[in-house]
């Protein structure tokens, strides 16, 4: 009987232990974010699909990765009744539990308007013309003519002479007959909520305007998208212009080839010695306006510059993560700079022997 008795509970422990494992992998996997490449494509569920095929259909796109898990989890914990018909943009990364979240809401009248870091209001007015077509057609000239009412930052930026910088970068979602003003309207409000009253005063205690710092924050946003790198890069504009020396960053150069219309996707030796205000290379100063969207991230580093020493910085190419090297010394800042221009040398040439291939 005693032998009986154990074995029975071996066979329970093994269960537990079995549910226990099961249960572990089961919520590990419904909860782990995956990354697509779907993002700005629709996915239709057609009415009538079951909840498994569903989920096979998700993972044949590439939303799901593991569907064994995710069918398990709707089956013991969600409510397959809840799923519905329409058609879907999905996020990236994105888990399954979020995925059936989606579903259970539906996303059939919503289209995602995704805006990242560092776009300019010229980017930001082709995507949009992109994700939401009117009729009758407006082109992306009208929308950026739009950006030109700065009544909604008024109360921030008195002085501001287009909403530059005041869109916020981040993932939305409208109705698929949202109109521009409205789409330009949201974005606005977005940065309103990061933008904190007490750094309109912390910037004045800086010597600055509110304009100024979210100027500032652009060109540490374009410069550099690691996090711990922008209160050193806001220290060495601090430096330039202490110093009187032009901040030479070329994504100045890009926006004023935005602006006038000729961006092709490299910055040529016009765009270089073009005689704009907002050319960093030529003029001194900062410009009259930010060049790109920004985040809380580069506001705080504008507002909080680090003291350092240093004048220049290059792309730190022996990590190759986004990262620079910075320099106190021209001379060894040339030292960089030729490390980076062989470097960029070696990656045009093997760009174009792929594209002979």
């Known amino acids: 009987m005693k032998r009986f008795v154990s074995f029975v509970f071996l066979l329970f422990a093994l269960a537990v232990i079995a549910i226990a494992g099961v249960s572990y992998w089961m919520f590990s996997a419904v909860n782990k974010p995956h990354g697509h490449t779907r993002t700005a494509d629709y996915i239709k569920i057609e009415k009538g699909t079951s909840p498994r095929e569903i989920i096979a259909k998700l993972t044949i796109e590439g939303i799901i990765v593991n569907p064994s898990a995710t069918n398990l989890y709707l089956r013991v914990f969600g409510d397959a009744g809840k799923l519905q018909a329409g058609e879907y943009q999905f996020e990236s990364p994105i888990s399954p539990l979020q995925v059936l979240k989606e579903l259970e809401k539906g996303e059939s009248q919503t289209t995602k308007l995704v805006i990242p870091e560092g776009f300019t209001r010229f980017d930001i007015a082709k995507r949009i013309v992109e994700k939401f077509p009117q009729n009758p057609p407006v082109d992306d000239k009208a929308i950026a003519a739009l950006m030109d009412d700065v009544s909604p930052i008024r109360d921030i930026a008195p002085t501001a002479k287009n909403l530059e910088g005041f869109m916020y970068p981040s993932t939305y979602s409208f109705a698929k007959d949202a109109k521009p003003p409205e789409i330009i309207k949201a974005m606005v409000e977005q940065f309103r909520k990061f933008w904190k009253p007490e750094w309109s005063a912390q910037a004045r205690a800086l010597g600055r305007t509110p304009l100024e710092i979210v100027t500032i924050a652009s060109l540490i946003e374009t410069e550099t998208s690691v996090e711990a790198e922008r209160p050193i890069v806001a220290g060495i504009i601090n430096n330039r212009l202490a110093k009187n020396i032009p901040l030479g960053i070329d994504q100045t150069n890009v926006y004023i080839a935005k602006m006038m219309g000729r961006w092709d996707g490299t910055i040529n ?66 030292k960089g700079k030729a490390k980076y221009q062989q470097w960029l040398e070696k990656e045009r040439q093997e760009k174009r022997e792929n594209s002979n291939q």
Not at 286 to 305: C, M
Request: glycine share 4%.
């Open 269 to 334: 030796r016009s765009d270089l010695d073009v005689d704009s205000p907002y050319n960093t290379r030529i003029k001194n100063g900062i410009p009259p306006g930010p060049i790109s969207s920004v985040t809380e991230s580069s506001i705080r580093a504008a507002l909080n510059p680090q003291a350092n020493d240093y004048i220049f910085y290059v792309r730190n190419v022996d990590a190759n993560d986004g990262s620079h090297w910075f320099y106190s010394s021209a001379a060894e800042f040339e």
